[in-house]
């Protein structure tokens, strides 16, 4: 398999995804496949059809929008740097940071292999912490 660069502090939460975790919902577009590796909430690639001036039509595929944002985890004292849309960064602000997002937020709209592995990580960490 591929090495990775352990110099990340998350490079260990990364290889433990594995492709059993993945989903294969389909929604209004396709789902990315990179939607495993971030924080997308149920962003869709879509296809439009886009015409010019001339009338000539031609296919478009729209992606998200996700930018690359450096998330704290307070329970797990640990930054991470993870793709995230737009909305999923607005909604984490509304539940009060990555760990309430992650645990108040259900796990289909997080949509996420990684976001399940975190969420994971959070509760196993609070259970050591308040049994």
């Not at 992606?63 to 607005?90: C, E, M, W």
Request: aromatic content about 8%; cysteine-free.
């Amino acid at each position: 398999g591929k090495s990775m660069n352990t110099s990340y502090p998350h490079a260990k939460i990364w290889l433990q995804i594995t492709p059993q975790m993945f989903t294969s919902r389909l929604l209004r577009g396709s789902r990315p496949l990179r939607a495993d590796r971030g924080f997308y909430q149920r962003a869709q690639v879509i296809t439009v059809t886009r015409s010019s001036k001339s009338e000539n039509k031609s296919l478009a595929r729209l992606h998200p929008n996700a930018q690359p944002h450096i998330l704290y985890s307070s329970v797990l004292d640990q930054y991470f740097k993870i793709n995230v849309t737009g909305r999923a960064l607005r909604t984490m602000d509304k539940k009060g940071g990555l760990d309430a997002y992650l645990l108040t937020t259900p796990d289909g709209v997080v949509d996420s292999a990684l976001g399940r592995l975190i969420k994971k990580q959070i509760v196993h960490k609070l259970q050591e912490k308040y049994p």
